[in-house]
Structure formats: structure tokens, C-alpha cells
Nanobody, 112 residues
Framework: VQLVESGGGWVQPGGSLRLSCAAS????????MSWYRQAPGKERELVAD????????NYADSVKGRFTISRDNAKNTVYLQMNNLKPEDTAVYYC??????WGQGTQVTVSS
């Protein structure tokens, strides 16, 4: 199993980023996919998850209305569109598959 995140970086408050997670080694189209994040000194937290067909999406209260999770089962990729970013969104963002496989993470930094 391999999960490779990309798309992180530095952005000013109010800006946007789109994270991608390319998956391989398992049946992606049958798998629930999730995005988590971990800020310095804090526990890892669930940001959003999406059902296998994409019809059910859940979000942490802190990102509702700003972040959108989506997936492309033909490309074995899950995305996280992040808009109106805030400094408190600064964290390492991780992709998770089937509630057990983790990617290596991608850093998102929001600051002026």
C-alpha cells in the first residue's frame, strides 16, 4: 500500500491550496478515504472523510464551509480543496485509507 500526498506549501491567510493523495496497492474504489492533520504539540485530528463512491462526506466543524473533500476513482486519488485558510490550519496533513494505512504527510503553513 502506498499513499503519496502532495500540494502542501505556504500560503497567506485567506488563500487556497489543493492537496492530492495518490493511492496504490489496494482497491481504492472500495475504500473510505480520510484526511487528517497534526499541528505542532497537538494530537492528530480528522479533517474530512469520504465514502467509497463519494456520496457521503464528513467534515470537522473547524473546516466546514471552507474545505471540500473529493475523489477520482479512475485516478485512485483523493483531494482536499482548502479555501479561506487560517493560521490555525497550519499542520502536517495526512491521507488515510481504510482506517489503517497512512501517507507520509504534506506540510501546510498559513501565515502572513
Amino acid at each position: 500500500v502506498q499513499l503519496v500526498e502532495s500540494g502542501g506549501g505556504w500560503v497567506q491567510p485567506g488563500g487556497s491550496l489543493r492537496l492530492s493523495c495518490a493511492a496504490s496497492g489496494f482497491t481504492f474504489r472500495s475504500s473510505v478515504m480520510s484526511w487528517y492533520r497534526q499541528a505542532p504539540g497537538k494530537e492528530r485530528e480528522l479533517v474530512a472523510d469520504i465514502s467509497s463512491a463519494g456520496g457521503i462526506r464528513n467534515y470537522a466543524d473547524s473546516v466546514k464551509g471552507r474545505f471540500t473533500i473529493s475523489r477520482d476513482n479512475a485516478k485512485n486519488t483523493v483531494y482536499l480543496q482548502m479555501n479561506n485558510l487560517k493560521p490555525e490550519d497550519t499542520a502536517v496533513y495526512y491521507c488515510k485509507a481504510q482506517a489503517r494505512f497512512w501517507g507520509q504527510g504534506t506540510q501546510v503553513t498559513v501565515s502572513s
